[in-house]
């Protein structure tokens, strides 16, 4: 026998009870309403609805959980949250999972490959789905983590493997900002290599090898660096012992650092050297002189992963690669060769 519907008054602290209570429904009913299920009649579920929000209740998060059978949060694990790229990845993964109803929890690997796995797997055991972002373990220990994991999308990791990939291409970005150099009368143009294990990497030096086949007369020189502005500030001497006229960071904090080390010095720049980056950070367009880099929508490509894990969570299996090309933008930062 349905219950007849109470007077509703607002209360902050009104539960399922006092819902159930003033809409002459059981709790069962109000469950069933707030979980959008279709099994409650449209005029019963209005009226619930109105109850809710004259009374201001609130659901309790974890009893919707329990409902659901679900946490209705996602893990996302990157590889270094100080580093602005992935921050702004975390940004559009955030805000397009909010819009679903969704939170996201974020786990830091510090940049260790042997870590990824376990934090990985620990970070699914307590969310409905992960996003693992550039990660650094190796191809086969990828492949043998994901199907313990899924479901996951990956994030910058452009071989074939079992989940959906959003990917920036690397390759074509580097080649497109050596063919900037090249048009500038650079030919001896230097790379601070990134993390090793990185795939990003690993896509630039495809990007290298390209360039150094179209143009057999240029000096393609690679050196070891990093991540950070520690690694390009730390770098600078070591760059300028090799004759370089252009240096290209690994990303735009390497380039930063380098640029800092270079006021240091007193070398203008671009007049004795042009130093270019990766991946448009906002700080890019900040520097002195103001950042020659490659343009990735970073926040893009965490929507971009979002909708992709949004599909799997809903047994939806589309294309399973999205590629981000790179656009070049061009600041002071780099010049006409000496």
């Not at 602290?13 to 109000?30: F, K, L, M, Y």
């Not at 959980?65 to 990157?78: A, P, R």
């Not at 050297?273 to 520097?287: C, E, K, Q, T, W």
């Amino acid at each position: 026998m349905a219950r007849r519907p109470g007077r509703t008054r607002p209360s902050a602290g009104a539960t399922i009870s006092d819902v159930a209570e003033a809409a002459g429904v059981s709790r069962a009913t109000v469950s069933r309403v707030m979980n959008g299920r279709p099994t409650v009649s449209p005029e019963i579920a209005a009226r619930v609805r109105q109850v809710v929000e004259e009374l201001g209740y609130n659901p309790s998060r974890v009893a919707q959980s329990l409902s659901l059978g679900k946490t209705l949060t996602v893990g996302v694990i990157v590889p270094d949250l100080g580093n602005p790229t992935f921050q702004q990845i975390l940004h559009g993964v955030n805000q397009a999972a909010a819009t679903a109803g969704y939170r996201v929890l974020v786990a830091d690997s510090a940049e260790s490959a042997q870590d990824e796995p376990p934090l990985v797997e620990d970070v699914r055991r307590r969310t409905d789905a992960v996003i693992v972002c550039s990660p650094r373990m190796r191809t086969d220990e990828l492949e043998a983590l994901l199907p313990r994991v899924q479901p996951a999308v990956l994030i910058n990791r452009d071989e074939p493997l079992p989940a959906t990939r959003v990917v920036v291409d690397s390759a074509s970005g580097v080649a497109s900002m050596c063919r900037h150099l090249i048009r500038l009368g650079h030919r001896r143009i230097l790379h601070l290599d990134g993390p090793i294990g990185s795939n990003a990497q690993a896509a630039r030096m495809r990007g290298l090898t390209l360039i150094a086949e179209e143009n057999p007369d240029i000096e393609l020189l690679r050196m070891p660096g990093g991540s950070s502005m520690d690694a390009g500030y730390e770098a600078f001497d070591a760059v300028m012992s090799t004759g370089a006229t252009a240096v290209l960071g690994f990303n735009d904090l390497v380039s930063l650092g380098l640029l800092g080390a270079a006021r240091e010095r007193g070398v203008v720049v671009p007049d004795e050297l042009s130093v270019a980056g990766f991946d448009d950070i906002p700080f890019a367009r900040f520097s002195t002189p103001p950042l020659t880099t490659m343009s990735v929508d970073l926040e893009a490509v965490g929507e971009a992963a979002w909708r992709a894990l949004e599909d799997r969570l809903r047994s939806v299996v589309d294309a399973d690669l999205r590629v981000f090309t790179p656009a070049l933008v061009q600041r002071a930062s780099v010049g006409l060769a000496p």
